[in-house]
T-cell receptor, first 110, second 117 residues
């Protein structure tokens, strides 16, 4: 039982490049979400999903896309990276009120 | 909209001392959950303790306890007999206890706690 697995752990992108942050969970949780963590601001919700085929926007969705084709996977796509997207990204899944977090991805856009 | 405020950006104490981290929140909800998460340098988010708003009794987990004041909308975390391994960022978080909340967590900005040997 691996819990929530995020890849990669670190990434450097050039402005305008695209990439996908991967997130997978093996706990059969319906609810999954993506947060970004910036200094002095705590975590902010980007997108979330309440089940396969269902996604919705959170507080800061601009510049990010998600899809949920399976219960296990919830990838986050940056279509055209911008320096403002430099942050630490967390994927989480949830069972009831208990959240399980991945290890985070530190993304730097130069 | 709900907000969570942590007014102490950074704190430091000596090992074995007791430290209290403050958290206040704003909500019109009557039923909700409050959490304290720990984030050590490894970046892993670790649940320390949680409190259900309908419970008057303060939650306790070993050396960690909370002082939940519902009327004052205050939710402080007390760490007793602090240890070097307690050095971390601590986040306070809020979640509405309603199905239409989609279990979204609202986070404070965090408090960096340093335990000195």
């Amino acid at each position: 039982n691996a819990g929530v697995t995020q890849t990669p752990k670190f990434q450097v992108l050039k402005t305008g490049q695209s990439m996908t942050l991967q997130c997978a969970q093996d706990m059969n949780h319906e609810y999954m979400s993506w947060y970004r963590q910036d200094p002095g601001m705590g975590l902010r919700l980007i997108h979330y999903s309440v089940g396969a085929g269902i996604t919705d926007q959170g507080e800061v969705p601009n510049g990010y896309n998600v899809s949920r084709s399976t219960t296990e996977d919830f990838p986050l796509r940056l279509l055209s990276a911008a320096p403002s997207q430099t942050s630490v990204y967390f994927c989480a899944s949830r069972e009831g009120i208990e959240a399980f977090f991945g290890q985070g991805t530190r993304l730097t856009v130069v | 909209a709900q907000t969570v405020t942590q007014s102490q950006p950074e704190m430091s104490v000596q090992e074995a001392e007791t430290v209290t981290l403050s958290c206040t929140y704003d909500t019109s909800e009557n039923n909700y959950y409050l959490f304290w998460y720990k984030q050590p340098p490894s970046r892993q988010m670790i649940l320390v303790i949680r409190q259900e708003a309908y419970k008057q009794q303060n939650a306790t987990e070993n050396r960690f306890s909370v002082n939940f004041q519902k009327a004052a909308k205050s939710f402080s975390l007390k760490i007793s007999d602090s240890q070097l391994g307690d050095t971390a960022m601590y986040f306070c978080a809020f979640m509405k206890a309603r199905m239409d909340s989609n279990y979204q967590l609202i986070w404070g900005a965090g408090t960096k706690l340093i335990i000195k040997p």
